[in-house]
C-alpha cells in the first residue's frame, strides 16, 4: 500500500507543483484557457470522485464528456456521489461509455477512445452532450481533446 500511496502522492506532485501542508492548491495552480475555463488532464480529474481527500476537501465530483469537464457535484451527487449508481463515472472521462449505454468496465477504462463509434453511436454522444449541457455545469476540458473538436462537440 505504501508503494501505490507513495505512486499516488509523486503523481499528484508532478501536477499540481506544490503541496501546502498536504493539501493541494487547486486555485492557484489550475491551467485556464482563453475563457477562464480549467484545463486538467486525465489524472487531474480522477482527483475528484466525491470522496473528500486532502487534495478534494469538498468532496467534489466531476466528469467528462466529449472532453468536456462537468462538475457534478450538486445536481448529480445522488447519483455520482461514493456508493451511488453511476460512482464509476466519477472522476473520470465517460465519453465511450456514455455514447455506448454501458457501465462495463473495460468500456470505462478506454475513457474517450471512440474512434470505433458508427453515426449512431455519435448522435447518442452528442446527445449525451446536449443534456450534460443542460443539466451541469461546464468548469472545464480535457487537455487531450483535439478529436473531440474535430468531430463538432466542442
Known amino acids: 500500500l505504501k508503494a501505490i500511496y507513495d505512486e499516488k502522492l509523486t503523481n499528484i506532485l508532478k501536477f499540481t507543483g506544490q503541496v501546502l501542508t498536504g493539501v493541494y492548491v487547486w486555485q492557484n495552480k489550475t491551467k485556464v484557457d482563453e475563457n477562464g475555463m ?18 478534494n476537501p469538498t468532496g467534489k465530483i466531476y466528469l467528462s464528456l466529449g472532453g468536456i469537464v462537468y462538475d457534478v457535484t450538486i445536481k448529480g451527487k445522488q447519483f455520482y456521489g461514493p456508493g451511488k449508481a453511476y460512482h464509476c463515472f466519477a472522476g473520470r472521462a465517460v465519453s465511450r461509455s456514455l455514447g455506448l449505454g454501458t457501465l462495463e468496465e473495460s468500456d470505462l477504462e478506454l475513457a474517450d477512445s471512440i474512434e470505433d463509434f458508427d453515426n449512431s453511436q455519435m448522435k447518442a454522444l452528442r446527445g449525451q452532450v446536449a443534456f450534460y449541457d443542460e443539466k451541469y455545469e461546464r468548469i472545464g476540458f480535457l487537455e487531450e481533446r483535439d478529436l473531440f473538436v474535430d468531430l463538432g462537440i466542442s
Do not use: Q, T, Y
Open 38 to 55: 480549467k484545463l486538467m488532464n486525465v489524472e487531474e480529474l480522477r482527483v475528484f470522485d466525491g470522496r473528500k481527500s486532502e487534495i
